[in-house]
């Protein structure tokens, strides 16, 4: 799975993407992208190895208001979900697909107080990942 | 919380099933009520399994109500999640999924418990309408 979030993150240029957890005072707009370790998918192998993935990632994007988070937003879909289609991964050895899944209402983060601008904002988008062995 | 999932095949099943009678649909009742027990079963499990949130869990429950579509035909329709209420711990539920401005979601997204339900669903839902139409 590091490799698919290392795929993602690294088509996520317009602003720094973290890995699950953002570090201490992070410059912001910034992504965060997460999910599991990796989730097997649904369907069953003859030999029963499972070495497809099916799994929901998270992008996070925050900001320090509402709509430097949707302009932010609007970059990380235009690169992860261009013109609504699904994205082609680059992961070595892997078919991987990311396609824009579901979205969450952008909130304040009122547990965290920025200096100078009160409370960031954040908006989650929901990708579902569909990775497969390549040969 | 809004979540979507891929129901082209249930379309053309419930168009079938609008046309049978009331002995079918009380049993797409039941399928749709069994379907929402195994669901929140799964959403109930995931919550507890969490260290920060497992006191969410028993708030996960679900409803279960019909819709008149008009023309005579209905649909019946399960609403499952954590109860949000004010004061009710199932208001954390959002961060539990999606997290916060510093860290990612923890706890599984419900779309899993949905997905491993939809197979059975689907089977039961195809089994009634054969022994009905």
């Known amino acids: 799975m590091l490799a698919h979030i290392t795929a993602i993150k690294a088509l996520l240029t317009a602003h720094t993407a973290y890995d699950t957890a953002a570090p201490a005072n992070p410059p912001m707009p910034y992504y965060l992208v997460w999910g599991p370790g990796g989730t097997p998918g649904v369907e069953q192998a003859v030999d029963d190895v499972r070495l497809d993935i099916d799994a929901m990632i998270g992008v996070t994007t925050v900001a320090a208001n509402p709509t430097a988070v949707r302009v932010a937003q609007g970059q990380s879909r235009g690169v992860l979900a261009p013109g609504g289609h699904a994205v082609a991964l680059t992961v070595t050895g892997r078919a991987a697909w990311l396609r824009l899944f579901d979205s969450q209402p952008i909130e304040p983060d009122n547990a965290v107080t920025l200096p100078d601008t009160g409370h960031p904002c954040y908006g989650v988008d929901m990708y579902r990942l569909i990775s497969t062995p390549s040969s | ?133």
């Open chain 2, 1 to 133: 919380m809004a979540i979507t999932f891929d129901t082209s095949e249930l379309h053309a099943l419930s168009a079938d099933l609008t046309k049978a009678g009331e002995a079918v649909q009380a049993k797409a009742y039941g399928v749709v009520s069994r379907g929402a027990v195994q669901i929140k079963a799964q959403m109930r499990m995931e919550m507890y399994a969490s260290k920060s949130f497992r006191g969410i869990g028993s708030s996960i429950s679900y409803d279960i109500g019909g819709v008149d579509l008009g023309g005579g035909s209905g649909a019946i329709e399960a609403e499952i999640g954590p109860t949000t209420d004010p004061g009710s711990p199932g208001n954390l539920a959002n961060v539990a999924y999606f997290g916060t401005s510093r860290g990612g979601g923890t706890v599984p997204d419900p779309v899993g418990a949905l997905n491993a339900e939809l197979p059975r669903f689907e089977a039961a839902l195809a089994k009634i309408a054969g022994e009905g139409i």
